[in-house]
């Protein structure tokens, strides 16, 4: 997400970043007892250690989920907010993923249909497949390709909660968050919107859809060709748009 330090360099303007507890720069012994959807509650706690009465949200992915939820309840203070690549239902996104998903080469789709069957995503075939797919609608460039800056570290924590929270596999949610749905919940939202992705986006344009249609006066960019990392991707097309909205919205 630290494409979006062009935000702050190039507008002025403050930029936040905060991990989840058990993630990045945020690590922790787990807690599988305080890890559910109510992730949101540590954006609370974060605005007031730091006195943010005034604010801008933007959420990326699972970000976006939580910033939706939170912004169902009606939170003071939140001038705008930018949903990137957010789905409301998990069961459309796996869906959608599925989907997605039929459109590999045959020998790439069934490898990843025996590892969602038998659990193994270790053998090569499984691995070569996930990357293909993860090419296509995740990220366009590998880790290799892209400045250090937007890859996260491999040593840095996440995957225990990714795998409590979602999972071992993309197709099929087996964590905490199966069956997780705001879609009837969208229409409370009264913060002004801005939802983000892209064309080759793993979030497609039906579950964006979805999510602009129930949130009251929501805007849709979506970045033609960009995959789930459009922020990085579409680097200063991204940030100029995001920044014409928060001016909108001051």
Not at 49 to 77: I, K
Not at 181 to 209: H, Q, V
Request: charged share 25%; aromatic share 10%.
């Amino acid at each position: 997400m630290t494409s979006l330090d062009g935000i702050a360099e190039k507008y002025g303007r403050a930029v936040i970043y905060y991990d989840a507890l058990g993630c990045g720069k945020s690590p922790c012994p787990p807690l599988y007892d305080k890890w559910s959807a109510e992730f949101a509650e540590e954006l609370v706690c974060v605005r007031e250690a730091l006195g943010l009465e005034h604010v801008h949200l933007l959420g990326q992915s699972w970000g976006g989920m939580l910033a939706m939820q939170y912004a169902t309840h009606l939170p003071a203070g939140v001038a705008s907010m930018v949903v990137a690549s957010g789905p409301a239902s998990l069961d459309l996104w796996l869906d959608e993923a599925i989907r997605l998903r039929s459109y590999l080469p045959k020998d790439m789709r069934e490898a990843l249909e025996q590892a969602d069957r038998d659990g193994d995503y270790t053998r090569p075939e499984v691995i070569a497949a996930s990357n293909e797919y993860y090419r296509r609608h995740v990220q366009k460039q590998l880790d290799s390709e892209l400045d250090p800056k937007y890859v996260r570290p491999a040593d840095e924590p996440g995957d225990e909660l990714y795998h409590f929270m979602q999972g071992k596999s993309e197709f099929v949610v087996t964590g905490k968050l199966s069956h997780w749905d705001i879609t009837d919940d969208l229409y409370k939202i009264e913060i002004p919107t801005l939802y983000t992705s892209g064309g080759a986006d793993e979030c497609t344009p039906y579950i964006a859809k979805q999510v602009v249609d129930r949130i009251p006066n929501c805007e849709w960019e979506l970045f033609k060709g960009a995959t789930h990392n459009a922020h990085v991707e579409c680097k200063d097309e991204y940030n100029a748009r995001v920044e014409r909205f928060l001016e909108q919205h001051e």
